[in-house]
């Protein structure tokens, strides 16, 4: 099973700053089935990203996806005060199992 | 606009099966793949398998032993049993679309559907509690 790794655990940026979300696996990932989503207190995971870089349907372009291999990146270009979440990175590997990372927390500082 | 609304016991008994089931509104269950998420308070999130709207099924392999989950497509539900339940299994449950998309194969043929392996519309969720 793929672990993913996302760093850091807490993220404390003021709004306007950007923000740079890492997600690491333990093996390499199809670019094809890395997704990530953003949780509010609350309420269910939204789509961000899927396909490691394409914007899910709605999401401003101030987010962005990145990467391939082993190592992905989740980047808000100007943090807006809905932003202020937690935000978690999911992957899909060949031994049948989907796995999401434990999560960053992007909390204003 | 695709609505999901899961509904079942908010409270199960240790060793007993938990049972819920998804209800999907606007929008047909055909064509599409679906799963069961769940999260523990305060953690993060877990995989715990999918169908098709034809009854294929893909589980979770840590929880494949204790997992059936069902289609009903007459009635636009599906469902997820879960056998054998601990306090472990408490829990905010979710069910969850993953759009699918075509296959080709490296000739550039169509072969088939496949799930993509994200999830583009959620359910509420639903807190089922494993306590006696």
């Known amino acids: 099973e793929i672990v993913l790794t996302q760093s850091p655990g807490t993220l404390s940026l003021s709004p306007g700053e950007r923000a740079t979300l890492s997600c690491r696996a333990s093996q390499s990932v199809s670019s094809s089935y890395l997704a990530w989503y953003q949780q509010k207190p609350g309420q269910a995971p939204r789509l961000l990203i899927y396909?490691?870089?394409s914007r899910a349907t709605g999401i401003p372009d101030r987010f962005s996806g990145s990467g391939s291999g082993t190592d992905f990146t989740l980047t808000i270009s100007r943090l807006e005060p809905e932003d202020f979440a937690v935000y978690y990175c999911?992957?899909?590997?060949?031994?049948?199992?989907?796995?999401f990372g434990g999560g960053t927390k992007v909390e204003i500082k | 606009q695709v609505q999901l609304q899961e509904s079942g016991p908010g409270l199960v008994k240790p060793s007993e099966t938990l049972s819920l089931t998804c209800t999907v509104s606007g929008g047909s269950i055909s064509s599409y793949y679906w799963s069961w998420i769940r999260q523990p308070p305060g953690k993060g999130l877990e995989w715990i398998g999918y169908?098709?709207?034809?009854?294929?099924?893909n589980y979770n392999p840590s929880l494949k032993s204790r997992v059936t989950i069902s289609v009903d497509t007459s009635k636009n539900q599906f469902s997820l049993k879960l056998s054998s339940v601990t306090a472990a299994d408490t829990a905010v449950y979710y069910c969850?679309?993953?759009?699918?998309?075509?296959?080709?194969?490296?000739?550039?043929?169509?072969?088939?559907?496949?799930?993509?392996?994200?999830?583009?519309?959620w359910g509420q969720g639903t807190l089922v509690t494993v306590s006696s």
């Open positions: 396909g490691a870089s």
């Open positions: 169908i098709y709207y034809s009854g294929s099924t």
């Open positions: 969850a679309r993953d759009p699918g998309g075509d296959y080709y194969d490296s000739s550039g043929y169509l072969v088939g559907y496949e799930p993509q392996y994200y999830f583009d519309y």
């Open positions: 999911q992957q899909y590997g060949s031994s049948g199992a989907l796995t």
